[in-house]
């Protein structure tokens, strides 16, 4: 019998769409050698545990999601197209949003780590630029709207909420302009 070759990269990919349909918890060994048509050999050959795979799955996600995000952006209001974009994202793909966010968040003991992790710098700047405030004061905004839109996301992601497309942009938009309103005043 010839020796079955499998990779990194497609274990990851079939790990990562397994994670998109039943979510990361449903993902072992078993469950995705059965996926793969595999013995769960080749699993334990490319990563040492489920550990090793589980990390290289959320860094597939994170991609998947900034992908996502950016995908979306709309140059003449980025913020609020990337507020809506993760809410979507949430919506759409809750399964990923839940491994990427709903696990132990280490490290972000600040709304300043907050936006170190999430914030764009390049949207920050522009954003400056566009209400004719300082730096510090769209990075304001900025987080604000991380936070508001990372709790309507949640609520979607959850089953909580099942709010149309529309009106969560409508609610996203008041959302901003308060926050900018917030930051002029």
Known sequence: MPKITVNREEICRC???????????????RSLAKEM????QPIYSCFKNMEGLRSAVYS??????NDF?????????????????????AKYETNLFKL????????LD??????????DKEATKRLSEKLGLPTESAKQI???L????????????????????????????????????AQRN
């Open 15 to 29: 790990a990562l769409e397994l994670t998109r349909r039943r979510g990361f918890d449903k993902v072992n060994a």
């Open 37 to 40: 048509g595999y013995s769960v």
């Open 60 to 65: 597939e996600a994170m991609k998947f999601y």
């Open 69 to 89: 995000i950016y995908s979306r952006v709309d140059e003449s209001a980025v913020l609020e197209s990337m507020a809506k974009a993760n809410v979507a994202f």
């Open 100 to 107: 990427l966010f709903f696990g132990e968040l280490s490290g």
């Open 110 to 119: 600040h709304f300043d780590d907050i936006y170190e992790w999430m914030g």
């Open 142 to 144: 900025y987080v604000m």
């Open 146 to 181: 991380i936070v508001f839109t990372h709790g309507v996301a949640t609520m979607t992601a959850t089953g909580g909420a099942n709010i149309s497309d529309e009106e969560i942009a409508d609610f996203l938009e008041k959302g901003y302009a308060a926050f900018v309103k």
